[in-house]
């Protein structure tokens, strides 16, 4: 079981008091953009083994959005930031670099 | 107008290890917009009689106060005939600044938990921490009970209040029959 931090409100509970919305970071494709670029932005989601960052709210509680690092393998949480942002927060880039030295920050962030 | 009747009607649970009462319609009105804002602040204090509650704060003054609900987010509790006069003041506070405020007294039931395994009680039903130290009075904690969302916070060391949606009071008080039930003590926190 998960037990995340809300940035919002500074409470910590288990994942049942959550909500999780999928990959973060996704880079919007609208009215306008190719359909590739729409199909990608709609439909295609990396689905990694290890180091994830994804979006969740906290709909039991204060019901804000926000962001989480964790290992999709191991279920180790590195933390969770913002939901103001559109990069990973150098902090938490740190915190996974320390348990994870072989892994490499995604392109842009 | 018509008399205000709450869900439950008053319902009680007294054969239990906590006493459980539904209360009476209680006054409530939900706040959104900048919280530090002087305009929120002032008719606040001027209703309640109470300062700006911390994060996950909530502030009493007896049968009137205010609760944190999120960063941008406020509940304000008084009673019930005050509603409308209440409203009017916070409106004209805020008047075309960015918030709102809206009576929701009508979508709500509270409930009263009396005793001392009013922590025990909540930790069947909720996710949270009721440990003493990590939920004392003073906080109000929003989660949920079993399948439902509910807000809750003690008044002091045996009573503890409760807010739920009035759609699912007959399911929120049921449970808290359930998790108070003669002889289901844990003992969990006695010291």
């Known amino acids: 079981m998960l037990i995340l931090t809300c940035p919002n409100c500074g409470v910590t509970a288990e994942e049942t008091e959550f909500h999780a919305h999928g990959e973060a970071h996704l880079t919007r494709f609208g009215p306008g953009a190719s359909d590739d670029d729409f199909e990608n932005y709609l439909f295609m989601r990396d689905n990694p083994k290890g180091v994830h960052f994804e979006r969740w709210r906290h709909v039991y509680g204060c019901g804000k959005w926000f962001h989480a690092a964790r290992d999709t393998v191991t279920l180790e949480m590195f933390g969770t930031y913002t939901a103001q942002t559109s990069t990973v927060p150098q902090d938490i880039i740190d915190k996974i670099a320390e348990r994870r030295p072989e892994w490499h920050p995604p392109e842009g962030a | ?191």
């Open chain 2, 1 to 191: 107008m018509s008399e205000p009747i709450s869900a439950l009607n008053g319902a009680a649970y007294k054969d239990g290890i906590v006493e459980i009462t539904a209360l009476d319609p209680v006054g409530m009105i939900t706040l959104r917009g900048d919280l530090g804002a002087g305009y929120l602040k002032k008719p606040l204090k001027k209703i309640t009689g109470v300062d700006m509650p911390e994060v996950r704060g909530i502030k009493l003054n007896q049968d009137q106060g205010i609760a944190w609900m999120s960063p941008d987010e406020l509940l304000v509790i008084c009673p019930h005939a005050d509603v409308a006069t209440h409203l009017e003041t916070l409106n004209n506070a805020i008047g075309s600044n960015h918030a709102m405020s809206v009576n929701v007294s009508d979508a709500r039931a509270v409930f009263r938990l009396r005793g001392k395994h009013i922590r025990e009680v909540l930790a069947k039903l909720a996710p949270v921490d009721t440990s003493p130290g990590a939920f004392e009075p003073g906080t109000i904690r929003r989660s949920r009970l079993a399948q439902v969302p509910a807000a809750f916070w003690m008044v002091d060391a045996e009573t503890a209040q409760l807010v739920c949606f009035r759609s699912v009071a007959q399911y929120v008080f049921d449970l808290l029959k359930t998790a108070a039930q003669p002889g289901s003590e844990v003992n969990h926190y006695r010291r």
